[in-house]
């Protein structure tokens, strides 16, 4: 019983021992994003503002305790993303126009603990509007960020939001289809 052991030992020790096998460690995954191509559509209601928005998207009226009658959300169910319009009748006050700007750049400085860069840009419409653009980089969460006005009567911001925990990084295609609905947003935007 004794000589059984050994050799079942001895037996064991040495197919134990035999070359490694041959180990590849696979690659860092990423999970596949598809998205749908850019295609359209006339923002409905009868609003002091009108623009285009994504097909993908839909129009949800702001709910928030302090929401005002105009504040939206372009809504993109599929991407569990949100643009969130907010909208002011400045109506020629000069107080409320420049709290409006006041407000509008807090808001986006908020993110600074976080972001790794800030850029701001002024753009101008094809119909004349003028735009504050912000793209923020990090781990934010607000990645684009935008605000525009006639200095009048109309003030309208923009801000795009994630109902996810992914970093950004992983949802950077995400983020980019959704920057181009929003500059295709500022670059439809009329106001009434």
Partial sequence: MKKISVVVGALALLTGCSSAPDFTPKPKGYNRIDLPPHSYQQLPGDHPYSFEYSKEAV???DSSYMAQPHWLNV???????????????????????????????????????????????ILKTPSGIRASVFELQGEVPSQFQFYTTDSAKH????????????????????????????????????YK
């Fill in 59 to 61: 129009i949800k009226r």
């Fill in 75 to 121: 809504y993109y169910p599929k991407l569990n993303a949100n643009v969130q319009i907010t909208y002011m009748d400045v109506q020629r006050d000069r107080r409320l126009y420049n709290k409006m700007m006041e407000d509008a750049r807090k808001l986006t400085g908020k993110h600074e603990i976080k972001a790794t860069a800030i850029d701001e840009r």
């Fill in 155 to 190: 003030f309208l911001r923009g801000a795009l939001y994630f109902r996810t925990a992914t970093a950004n990084d992983s949802l950077a295609p995400v983020i980019e289809y959704v920057k181009e609905d929003m500059v295709r947003m500022l670059n439809t935007l009329k």
